[in-house]
């Protein structure tokens, strides 16, 4: 009989010690508010810290509490869009921009690290995208095509090919990105802490703002604790973990769990049958798996989980069914963490920034890229900041509630229940 599986997050670990932060003991006034420490925000902080902006973060828990902190820290550049379809989609100069930022996310990334010595065990090896069906194989090819074109170090794999990359023989074929990478994701929240504190900004844990007010040309926030935050300017980088402080925001994107477990570490002997240079690995079925190796050997495997917030070992059942199913060899290693968190997505998967009154803006949606995709747009907020007049890479587009999103959780598990079983079938 399996023991019980421990709820708690590897990450939490093995990761760097957090930075010491000042209480926030009185009201404040800055330049800009930042609301939220993930990685946008913290970002977002660090490049406005080193522009001499003087900047104040609040978070409502500490820097890398959500997300941040839980994810698979997979660092996969681009979007689930291609540039020929993000041109077709947004015109040409748009879409071709739009392409190029995300085509570099992953560079935002090891830039920063390389440039501040951040202790996040960062390195680049390649995002395989393995492919469980004939229609997906399709799409790959198309999809490499497409960036080939544009000078990106992409390539396909045969079913040989992925069979010894992956550790299992079920996928027709993989789409390998070598701008990819991996990092321990808690660490590398941590460092952004440090050394946007080290620039500068001042970053408060445990500060829910639960008032945005404007006065004037500026901003008042005020804190669950009573303390009041005045500001010429605002972001809001909450995503996931968005509440009812800007109305409309929580209810425009699906809060989705993403589920992790991870085994002991695995014997050297078997290491070279699993992601041997490192590479981090995701699939192209509906109902996602991803997984990777930490720096201890441990396999690392998520999935998705219920809409709802999970609590018994029960909900991640069907991570450790597909553990044993994908990797047999591994059946007497004893899985020894449970975690997750939340991802924000949207319906058409494509990242928002908006910008509903003078002074606020609100960049929203990882779409299961975070850590890229935050790490960029973060540093595009800050120019935007720095440069009001500048063009944003990203149209900034109206606040748009999912209709019925109230009911959004019975649709959600409804889709769920669809698309585990078109998996399984193979369709798609």
């Known amino acids: 009989m399996a023991l019980p599986i421990p709820a708690r997050n590897v990450w939490e670990e093995t990761a760097v010690p957090a930075p010491r932060l000042a209480p926030l003991l009185t009201d404040?006034?800055?330049?800009?508010?930042?609301?939220?420490?993930?990685?946008?925000?913290?970002?977002?902080?660090?490049?406005?810290?080193?522009?001499?902006?003087?900047?104040i973060l609040l978070d409502a828990e500490a820097p890398g509490w959500g997300a941040s902190g839980r994810n698979g820290g997979q660092i996969i550049p681009g979007l689930k869009y291609d540039p020929g379809e993000l041109e077709a989609m947004f015109g040409a100069e748009t879409g071709a921009r739009i392409a190029r930022f995300a085509g570099a996310t992953a560079d935002a990334v090891f830039g920063l690290v390389e440039r501040?010595?951040?202790?996040?065990?960062?390195?680049?090896?390649?995002?395989?995208?393995?492919?469980?069906?004939e229609a997906a194989l399709e799409r790959a090819q198309r999809r490499a095509a497409d960036w080939q074109g544009r000078g990106a170090p992409v390539?396909?794999?045969?079913?040989?090919?992925?069979?010894?990359?992956?550790?299992?023989?079920?996928?027709?074929?993989?789409?390998?990105?070598?701008?990819?990478?991996?990092?321990?994701?808690?660490?590398?929240?941590?460092?952004?802490?440090?050394?946007?504190?080290?620039?500068?900004?001042?970053?408060?844990?445990?500060?829910?703002?639960?008032?945005?007010?404007?006065h004037g040309l500026g901003w008042t926030a005020t804190t669950a604790s009573g303390r009041r935050i005045r500001a010429q300017r605002v972001i809001i980088a909450t995503n996931a973990y968005s509440d009812r402080l800007?109305?409309?925001?929580?209810?425009?994107?699906?809060?989705?769990?993403?589920?992790?477990?991870?085994?002991?570490?695995?014997?050297?002997?078997?290491?070279?049958?699993?992601?041997?240079?490192?590479?981090?690995?995701?699939?192209?079925?509906?109902?996602?798996?991803?997984?990777?190796?930490?720096?201890?050997g441990r396999l690392l495997l998520g999935g998705r989980g219920p809409y709802r917030e999970p609590g018994p070992e029960a909900d991640w059942a069907h991570i450790v069914r597909d553990l044993r199913k994908l990797f047999p060899a591994l059946d007497g290693i004893p899985v020894t963490h449970r975690w997750g968190g939340r991802v924000a997505i949207h319906p058409d998967f494509m990242p928002r920034l908006h910008r509903p009154e003078p002074g606020l803006t609100i960049a929203i949606g990882c779409q299961g890229r975070g850590i890229g995709l935050q790490t960029a747009m973060g540093i595009e907020l800050a120019r935007l900041d720095r440069d009001p007049r500048a063009e944003p890479i990203l149209p900034p587009t109206p606040i748009r509630p999912i209709p019925f999103h109230a009911f959004k959780a019975l649709g959600v598990t409804?889709?769920?229940t669809l698309y585990r079983a078109l998996d399984r079938l193979g369709i798609g």
């Not at 501040?116 to 069906?133: I, M």
């Not at 396909?156 to 789409?175: C, E, K, N, P, S």
Request: proline residues 5%; positive net charge; aromatic residues 4%.
């Open 28 to 55: 404040g006034v800055a330049e800009v508010l930042i609301v939220g420490g993930g990685y946008l925000g913290l970002t977002a902080a660090l490049h406005l810290a080193e522009a001499g902006t003087d900047a």
């Open 116 to 133: 501040h010595g951040l202790a996040c065990e960062a390195r680049r090896t390649a995002w395989v995208q393995a492919l469980h069906s």
């Open 155 to 214: 390539d396909l794999l045969d079913r040989a090919g992925v069979a010894a990359i992956a550790g299992t023989d079920i996928y027709r074929g993989a789409f390998v990105d070598r701008r990819a990478g991996a990092l321990q994701p808690l660490s590398y929240a941590r460092e952004l802490a440090r050394v946007a504190l080290a620039q500068g900004a001042r970053l408060h844990a445990g500060q829910r703002v639960t008032g945005l007010e404007r």
């Open 246 to 296: 800007v109305p409309g925001l929580a209810p425009s994107v699906v809060a989705a769990n993403s589920l992790q477990i991870a085994t002991a570490p695995i014997p050297p002997a078997l290491r070279p049958t699993l992601l041997p240079g490192g590479e981090v690995l995701s699939d192209t079925r509906r109902i996602i798996r991803y997984w990777r190796l930490d720096r201890d």
């Open 414 to 416: 409804a889709t769920i």
